[in-house]
C-alpha cells in the first residue's frame, strides 16, 4: 500500500517501493521510447536502489522495457579505487543492472576513481560534467541518502544554501560517519569523485527513495521543518521538481501535518 502527499509517497516496505519508484522510471522511459527520445537518467548505488534495479530488470526481461535508447550517469565512485574492485560503483551497476538489460554500454557513465594526479582528476571532472550536458542534461536523477545527509558524497558542512548550488563533479574527502557506515576503514578508500549538488540541482527531475530505521532522524531534519541548509538534501525539501518515496519506518520521524506542509503541491517535470 502507498500513501500519498503530494510529491511524497509513503510506501508499507521495500517492494512496494521498489515498484512506485520502477513505474515512475518506467513511465518516463516509454514516454521518450515512444517518441523517439533518449532518456538521461542519474544513477545511485546503495543498499537502498537495489530492489529499484531488480524490478527494472524483470521488466525488461518479462515485460521488454527497452533500455536500447537510455544514457546514465552515476552520481559517484570511490577514491582511489579501480573498477574491477569489489566495492566499486563500476561492479556493483554491471552487478545489479547494466549486464541484465540491454543498455549500450558505451551509454554508461560512472565516475573514474582510479588513481592520478590532481589535475588529471579535474579534467575528468569536467569531462564529466560537459558530458552530461552534450547529453542534454538528466531528464530523471534518483538518490539514496547517507544517514548523515549526504547526496552523492556530498557531505554534510556548516554552510549557507547558496553553497549547494556552486558545487560540479570533484574530488571529496568523505565523512568519518560515511567511511564508517560504507564500512571502508579496512580499504584504502578515503575520498570518492562525486556530482556535486549544482549537477545534482541542474537534474530536470529528481527522485529521492530512503528506507529502513537509521534514516529516520534524517529524513525529519530534512523534510521535517525550516530548510535545513547544513545537510545536503535538505536543499532538496522545497524543490518542486524533486520525488520523494520513503518506507514507513524512514518516514516515521514526519507527523503527517508535515508530511502534507513539506510535500503539498504539484510537481513539476516529468
Ligand atoms: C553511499 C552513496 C550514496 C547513497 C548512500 C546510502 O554513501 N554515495 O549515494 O545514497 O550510500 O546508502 P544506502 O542506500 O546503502 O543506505
Not at 521495500?14 to 520502477?22: D, F, Y
Not at 518479462?62 to 573498477?83: M, V
Not at 551497476?93 to 565516475?111: A, Q, R, V, Y
Not at 560534467?129 to 556548516?158: C, M, S, T, W, Y
Amino acid at each position: 500500500m502507498l500513501k500519498s502527499y503530494g510529491r511524497l509517497s509513503v510506501a508499507d516496505g521495500e517492494a512496494c517501493m521498489a515498484k512506485e519508484a520502477a513505474k515512475q522510471v518506467a513511465e518516463l522511459i516509454l514516454r521518450n521510447n515512444r517518441a523517439g527520445k533518449p532518456t538521461v537518467l542519474g544513477l545511485a548505488t546503495g543498499s537502498t536502489p537495489e530492489p529499484l534495479y531488480a524490478e527494472l530488470v524483470r521488466m525488461h526481461q518479462q515485460d521488454g522495457l527497452d533500455f536500447s535508447n537510455i544514457i546514465t550517469f552515476n552520481l559517484d565512485e570511490y577514491y582511489p579505487i579501480d573498477p574491477t574492485h569489489p566495492i566499486s560503483y563500476h561492479r556493483y551497476m554491471n552487478e545489479k543492472l547494466f549486464s541484465h538489460i540491454n543498455i549500450n554500454p558505451d551509454n554508461t557513465h560512472i565516475p573514474d576513481g582510479r588513481a592520478a594526479s590532481d589535475d588529471e582528476i579535474k579534467a575528468r571532472c569536467d569531462a564529466y560534467e560537459q558530458a552530461i550536458r552534450d547529453a542534454g542534461g538528466i531528464d530523471l536523477q534518483i538518490l539514496g541518502i547517507g544517514k548523515n545527509g549526504h547526496i552523492g558524497f556530498n557531505e554534510p558542512v556548516d554552510t549557507a544554501a547558496t553553497h549547494w548550488t556552486q558545487l560540479h563533479t570533484r574530488k571529496v574527502p568523505l565523512a568519518q560517519s560515511t567511511l564508517e557506515a560504507n564500512a571502508l576503514l579496512g580499504t584504502p578508500v578515503r575520498h570518492a569523485i562525486t556530482m556535486g549538488t549544482a549537477t545534482i540541482l541542474e537534474a530536470k527531475n529528481i527522485l529521492l527513495l530512503a528506507k529502513g530505521a537509521s534514516k529516520a532522524q534524517t529524513i525529519a531534519e530534512c523534510f521535517g521543518g525550516d530548510i535545513n541548509t547544513k545537510i545536503p538534501a535538505g536543499i532538496l525539501a522545497a524543490d518542486p521538481r524533486c520525488r520523494v518515496i520513503l518506507d514507513e519506518v524512514a518516514a516515521a520521524g514526519l507527523s503527517e501535518a508535515q508530511r502534507e506542509k513539506t510535500f503539498a503541491g504539484v510537481t513539476l517535470g516529468m
